[in-house]
């Protein structure tokens, strides 16, 4: 049994790296460094070492975790560290003394740590174990390796010689002596390595296993797991088995493998090969076998839930189409041939084709192979204007908004300087490095559908915990010129404002300088976006858009999610969110069905107006039917809140930059307002 822990670490990025372009037909996007990043794929969320930081840390509290319980069964609790280098473990110095080298050095902080926060002013005889023997951080840890005649650590992989011997102590103690390791009398608790221990080394007392290496090696991450996959041993040497546990044999033999992001295409492989074992195994129509397949109804894809599985199952018992067993009769096969199947109950008419698929797909599994597809793969469909967007109506209303605009604004600085100094000095709080572990633990039983649905591990838990002792970063930030730049300010005012800094504001910088930096930007501009609207001014520009922009960009979004209008200048309208009913989801369904309104637009981002803030995008455009209101109406946004207290300083700015233009171009037929859904519209239109 496995538990696998993954960790993500939130941190702001250390460089801005530009976006050169967007593949929306392969999902994948370039920067102007070259890296290619595909959909669902991450990179650069954490630096190497504190990621290792994290995997040392989350093996020692596994540990003790685990460890009280085991040793009140009279069971030792072993976690085994494979390492890259023996040098990140072990080194000397100049003189040939030893001293600890970068994970010894982490561990022993770790250690110490946690050690701490379990101990208790309880006299139990766990904790009297802690007290004794594993106090001494520099006892509970050994490394195995092979060493020169001078005591010098060397990598395992180099050929023993003439000139190479063994640590005694530690051979014999982890590869001979293993009633000895097993007694609590032994302190070494956590054992570190190069290699997987190749030479016949079979210790049942694993229970965690941490990778701090680098290899894509499969065989050798199966020998390395396999090290934790035996039944573990007690003081006695009893087997810890069925006979000695009953029910929960797995629950005490169970293995933590803390892995690093190489291990992700171990476990797919693993899982792959568990599933291919199943999978010689005869196939059944049970209940099980339908739930969580994906059929489709028309274009849209379905999930088969529970109750749809069931009402498949007896669908085929009532009319014998399986038999007591689950295995599809010949009555069914007959029938198929014949193209005389008995129709599914009402409730399954819409996914009638895709169930007899999956029922084919039983006894003959190339029925299946078109009802497969990538998750990730980018859903990408036209979605050309209709007749809707060359009607009079809204021609006139696209001619009139359809123009460029640029602003002038004018300011004072030591006004904004003051603003923004009382601003950071209350607001400001950055905080230290944190990271999330994920727990999961893998099923007791699986079948092949749990893990086709990739649902073979339970979440059992997750924890965020504060990165203590996290390397200090080595980059050397120009500050002054990163807020200038995010700022739009000149250096010289972002001086004046970080020189304006309480002290305790400024020393949040070392805890985490690229969230200091972003969050200096954003109160730094929201204080901005306060003093730009009083003093900005919008002149017409040459240029227009052209209508492309509507379809230039296709949604990455499925299909399925969208809203398939009647009025809109396109057949299908993409709202915000994957809300089923959203603020813009409402506001588009109410807007196809009021008889008032003759047609609309969802505008694209393309679309968008300048501000010093970055560049503001309306939401709608929207054309009244002739006599049923006085003048065509122009909608910008909707806000599922209108009150200014909901809205972020600089979003509201932004609106109120808009409000200054549409001000500009107000008719008696063009209007502009921002609100909350389609009722207040419609009385706004009427006022």
Known sequence: MYQKRSHSVRNAAAFLVLISDIDPIRGTVTFTNGEVLQTGEITGDISEKDMRRIQIRE????????????????????????????????????????????????????????????????????????????????????????????????DSSVKRGTDISDDISAYDLILKNKERLLSFDEPTRFIFSHSALREGWDNPNVFQICTLKHSDSQTLKRQEVGRGLRLCVDQSGNRMDSDSCGDNVHGVNMLTVIASDS??????????????????????????????????????????????????????????????????????????????????????????????????????????????????????????????????????????????????????????????IDHINTNLYVSELQYTTTIGQQKTDI????????????TAKTRTQTLRHAQVSQI?????????????????????????????????????PEEFIA??????????????????????????????????????????????AQKHVQDYVFTDGMAEKSVERRFAEDLDSAAEVCVYAKLPKGFNIPTPLGHYSPDWAIAFNEGTVKHIYFIAETKGSMSSIDLRPIEKAKIDCAKVLFNKINTNEIQYGVVNDYHELFNMINR
């Open 519 to 564: 969050k200096m930007i954003r109160l730094i501009r929201e204080q901005k976006a306060t003093m730009i609207v009083d003093h900005i001014s919008y002149n017409q520009i040459d240029g227009e858009y052209d209508s492309n922009i509507f379809t230039v960009d296709k949604s990455s979004q499925s299909f399925d999610k969208a809203f398939k």
């Open 447 to 458: 079948n092949q559908y749990e893990i086709e649905r990739s649902d073979s591990f339970d």
């Open 263 to 420: 291990y992700k295409d171990f476990v797919a492989d693993l899982q792959a090969d568990i599933k291919t074992v199943l999978y010689d195994r005869p196939s059944k129509a049970s209940i099980e076998y339908f739930v969580g397949k994906t059929v489709m109804n028309g274009e849209i894809p379905v999930v088969i839930d529970n109750k749809q599985a069931k009402a498949i199952y007896k669908y085929l018992l009532k009319n014998d189409y399986i038999d007591d067993d689950d295995n599809v009769t010949e009555e069914y096969r007959n029938d198929l041939a014949n193209n005389a199947l008995i129709p599914v109950p009402e409730e399954l008419k819409d996914i009638e084709t895709g169930i007899h698929k999956l029922i084919q797909g039983v006894f003959d599994e190339s029925v299946l192979k078109n009802m497969v597809s990538d998750g990730h793969e980018t859903k990408v469909k036209d979605n050309p204007l209709n007749d809707n967007f060359y009607k009079k109506e809204f021609q006139t209303l696209w001619k009139s908004i359809n123009h460029k605009y640029a602003y002038t604004v004018d300011f004072d600085s030591s006004e904004l300087i003051k603003k923004a």
């Open 476 to 512: 050397r930030y120009d500050l002054i010129g990163k807020i200038a730049e995010g700022t739009v300010l000149t250096r010289n005012t972002v001086s004046e404002i970080i020189k304006g800094l309480r002290i305790d504001k400024f020393a949040m910088f070392k805890n985490n």
């Open 59 to 154: 093996t020692i509290l596994s540990h003790f975790e685990k460890e009280e319980k085991l040793f009140n069964m009279g069971i030792k609790t072993l976690s085994l560290f494979f390492i890259d280098e023996v040098a990140k473990y072990r080194q000397y110095d100049e003189n040939g003394d030893e001293m600890l080298g970068e994970y010894g050095e982490i561990f022993e902080q770790e250690y110490t740590s946690i050690l701490n926060d379990n101990l208790t002013m309880f006299d139990t005889e766990y904790q009297k174990y802690l007290r004794t023997t594993c106090s001494d951080v520099a006892k509970v840890h050994r490394g195995y390796f092979s060493i020169d005649k001078k005591g010098r650590s060397v």
